[in-house]
């Protein structure tokens, strides 16, 4: 990475800062209220420090193996974030690792979460991800399976629940995939107090997340550029 591959990471991120702004103010939204997690997943490491001397601090990783890569880098991130499907054994390389699993989508994963946290006297914050669409592409639970998921991770110590994530189906409109969610938040959220954030949007949608009250964007391409091939 050269100076100007690092410079135009700091432009992009200009650029997607003054995106979350306009779209929140169109909103009649506060900007602050919606962090921006900065997905570098198969990005080199000299992309991130960029990222971070330009003020950064949230990252997103999709695999395991590469967030604990990225990890012994010592890049200076503030706080990483696990975005990609979980399987079990790979737990213990996240949890504890991260401020947030945005991605539990099923009773086993939850439990293998909140037993490998309790056990180093830790809790895990995680969102629990939704499936609105029963694409089963990316993962997800069913809205169907959402109660019973929720009064699931209640029972756990070592994980609480912050809230919602989803990845909206490509072949339709991103918005009634968001309003969707932000409507489930806000039919769960009396019972469950805890369930407050809303993950959703990224490079190509970002705005209309905003509109439907995103509290986390995840920024892949609008940040870093096109992704390089798989490491
Ligand atoms: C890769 C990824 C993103 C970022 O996608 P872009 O389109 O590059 O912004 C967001 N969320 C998840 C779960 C991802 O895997």
Do not use: Y
Not at 5 to 30: G, S, W, Y
Not at 83 to 97: T, Y
């Amino acid at each position: 990475m050269d100076d100007g591959q690092a410079r135009q990471i700091v432009e992009r991120l200009t650029d997607v800062r003054l995106r979350i702004a306009a779209a929140a103010n169109a909103a009649r939204r506060d900007p602050e209220a919606i962090r921006l997690v900065a997905v570098s997943k198969f990005q080199p490491e000299a992309a991130i420090a960029a990222a971070v001397a330009a003020g950064q601090t949230d990252f997103g990783e999709s695999r395991a193996k590469e967030l604990t890569t990225k990890l012994a880098a010592s890049i200076g991130v503030a706080r990483w974030h696990f975005v990609g499907r979980l399987q079990r054994n790979k737990v213990r390389d996240v949890v504890g690792r991260v401020a947030l699993i945005h991605s539990v989508d099923r009773p086993s994963l939850a439990t293998a979460i909140a037993e490998r946290a309790a056990r180093d006297g830790r809790t895990q914050s995680v969102l629990i991800q939704v499936d609105l669409r029963g694409e089963h592409r990316k993962g997800g639970c069913a809205p169907t399976d959402l109660p019973a998921l929720l009064a699931h991770a209640e029972e756990l110590d070592g994980i609480a629940v912050a809230g919602l994530m989803t990845i909206p189906p490509i072949d339709d409109a991103p918005g009634a995939a968001f309003a969707d969610l932000a409507r489930l938040r806000d039919r769960f959220q009396p019972s469950h107090p805890t369930l407050v954030e809303l993950s959703m949007g990224m490079s190509a949608d970002l705005e209309t997340a905003v509109a439907h009250g995103a509290t986390i964007v995840r920024i892949g391409t609008a940040v870093f550029g096109a992704r390089p091939q798989r490491p």
